[in-house]
Every structure is written in C-alpha cells, then in structure tokens.
Antibody, heavy 119, light 105 residues
Framework: QVQLVESGGGVVQPGRSLRLSCTAS????????MHWVRQAPGKGLEWLAF????????YYADSVEGRITMSRDNSENTLYLQMNSLAPEDTAVYYCARDFRWHDAFDFWGQGTMVTVSS | IQLTQSPSFLSASVGDRVTITCRAS??????LAWYQQKPGIAPRLLIY???TLQSGVPSRFSGSGSGTDFTLTLSSLQPEDFATYYCQQLNNYPYSFGQGTKLEI
C-alpha cells in the first residue's frame, strides 16, 4: 500500500535551518510528482512546493520562495524540504503529498512532521 | 488564486443534507479538489476534478461546479462526517486551499 512517512521535524531556533524528509513506499516513486503542504496550529492548509517526477521542475509558494528548496532522490524513494532562515511563523505540521497523476488532486498524504520554531 | 469557502462554520445533525461552497477569484475550469480533515490526521481526498468521487469515498459525498463556483454536498450526514473540509485549486501554480469549513454537530 502507498505510504509516505515524513521525518526531520523538531524544535529549532529562529534563523536556523532544517531539512525534512519524506520516504515513500508502495508505489513507483520516480513516476510521481510530489508536493509539500503545511498547517500551522489551529489554521488551514498552505501549499508550499512542487517537484516534478524527475526533479526537473519546481514551484514554490510566494510566502517561502527563496527560503526553501525542494529536492528528491529517486534512488532512495525520498523527498526533501530544505528550510532556511526559519521564523516563528514557520511553526506548523509539514506534510508531503503525492500528486494524483492526470487528475487534479493530491491522493496520498503522509502523517506529517511537526516543526516548532522557538528560542 | 484565492478560494473563499462558505460557511466557515456549520452546525448540523445526523441525517441532514449540507452544502459547502467554494468560490475562486478567477476561472479555474474544473481543477478543484475537496478534502476532509479530522483533528491530528492528514487530509483525505474526497473529490477531484470538481465532481469525481475518489475511490472508497461514500456516495453521500458529491461535488459540482466549474469556472469559479463549486459545491460539496453531503446528502445524509453520518457521525463520522463531522470534520473540517477544504477545497483546493490545481489550475495554476501556486496552488491554493480555501480557508476551511468546520462541520460540527
């Protein structure tokens, strides 16, 4: 079955960096575009970033562009989100999600990893 | 593209029929999805391409609309349906979500 497992979250000081990972299983990872979405405590969903199946195309939300980099290692079935210059407003649960190929949706989501930015 | 859901909060009872609306700030054709989220759990896909029911989702859920106006309808609420619902546009990057509709008993 399709599984997405995020890791790398935790408590980090403002201004520091963090790299999140999302390990995929149960499907051919290299054939799917992927996304990151976050959700601040008690708030709604915010789309953050996209990467194409081969890593050749990427898009980022305006709110984080320049501070985050999305990448993937298809040989390891792993997705990454590098976040720099973290601020308290980056505190959220971060989800990776699979793009539902040729359909407009995200069909599978990980369980999320919590990032808390605090001194 | 901004998505505005209404209402933001909705109180209903088991067996009720409810409708949630999502309005886009520009034409997004039918590139819209609906998700259900329960506390502490990742969102679950309900509807894609505005009106197609995701596999495994009960038929009491339905979606409609195109262009700028979309609706999610739950025909007969069940206890497990009380959750927060989000619409999402996938017509243009950056993708965006509505602010959510919390459906309460």
């Amino acid at each position: 079955q399709v599984q997405l497992v995020e890791s790398g979250g935790g408590v980090v000081q403002p201004g520091r960096s963090l790299r999140l990972s999302c390990t995929a299983s149960g499907f051919i990872f290299s054939r799917y575009d992927m996304h990151w979405v976050r959700q601040a405590p008690g708030k709604g969903l915010e789309w953050l970033a996209f990467i194409s199946y081969d890593g050749s195309n990427k898009y980022y939300a305006d709110s984080v562009e320049g501070r985050i980099t999305m990448s993937r290692d298809n040989s390891e079935n792993t997705l990454y989100l590098q976040m720099n210059s973290l601020a308290p407003e980056d505190t959220a649960v971060y989800y990776c999600a699979r793009d539902f190929r040729w359909h407009d949706a995200f069909d599978f989501w990980g369980q999320g990893t919590m990032v808390t930015v605090s001194s | 593209i901004q998505l505005t859901q209404s209402p933001s909060f909705l109180s209903a009872s088991v067996g009720d029929r409810v409708t949630i609306t999502c309005r886009a700030s520009q034409d997004i054709s039918r590139s819209l999805a609906w998700y259900q989220q329960k506390p502490g759990i990742a969102p679950r896909l309900l509807i894609y391409t505005a009106s197609t029911l995701q596999s495994g989702v009960p038929s009491r859920f339905s979606g409609s609309g195109s262009g700028t106006d979309f609706t999610l309808t739950l025909s007969s609420l069940q206890p497990e349906d009380f959750a927060t619902y989000y619409c999402q546009q996938l017509n243009n990057y950056p993708y965006s979500f509505g602010q959510g509709t919390k459906l309460e008993i």
